[in-house]
């Protein structure tokens, strides 16, 4: 009877373990998609991914101080960055957004998701994400494809 409960104690363990495992996983796929799920969608909107693009990217601040750093560090790389004090979210009452010109690329979106994510962290704010303006394609290159 002991080694009945015993083996049944271990399975369940077992499952519990997989099903949290799988969540995780799931999870992380759902947040790494989401950069491949708005370029795909430009893309299909007939915006050109090769051409650069007015990419913004939003951060939510506990306090004006971090919100000034992370402003700063993104200027330094570029980054053409404000500051402003929002009254939407209590714990997040100041908002930098970051505006830089680049082609839009998932593996570079991702990675920059990811920076970004762990930069904000960092000073106890949250990355919001990005959007991108429509830039047409420019002529009709169905003969290149072949």
């Not at 369940?12 to 998609?33: E, M, P, Q, Y």
Request: hydrophobic content about 40%; glycine content about 6%; overall charge neutral.
């Amino acid at each position: 009877m002991n080694l009945v409960f015993l083996l049944l104690l271990l399975a369940a363990v077992a499952t519990i373990g997989r099903i949290v495992w799988s969540l995780r996983k799931i999870g992380k796929v759902r947040n790494d998609s989401w950069d491949e799920k708005v370029i795909d969608q430009l893309r299909k909107n007939g915006s050109d991914p090769f051409q650069p693009h007015n990419v913004d990217f939003f951060f939510g601040m506990p306090d004006e101080a971090a919100a000034k750093k992370v402003a700063q560090l993104l200027t330094a790389e570029g980054f053409s960055a404000d500051v402003e004090h929002k009254n939407e979210d209590p714990s997040q009452p100041y908002s930098v957004h970051a505006l830089i010109a680049m082609r839009l690329s998932v593996p570079d979106m991702k990675t920059k998701s990811r920076r970004f994510t762990q930069l904000a962290e960092q000073v106890g704010g949250t990355y919001d994400g990005w959007t991108a303006s429509h830039v047409e394609r420019k002529g009709d290159n169905s003969e290149l494809i072949g």
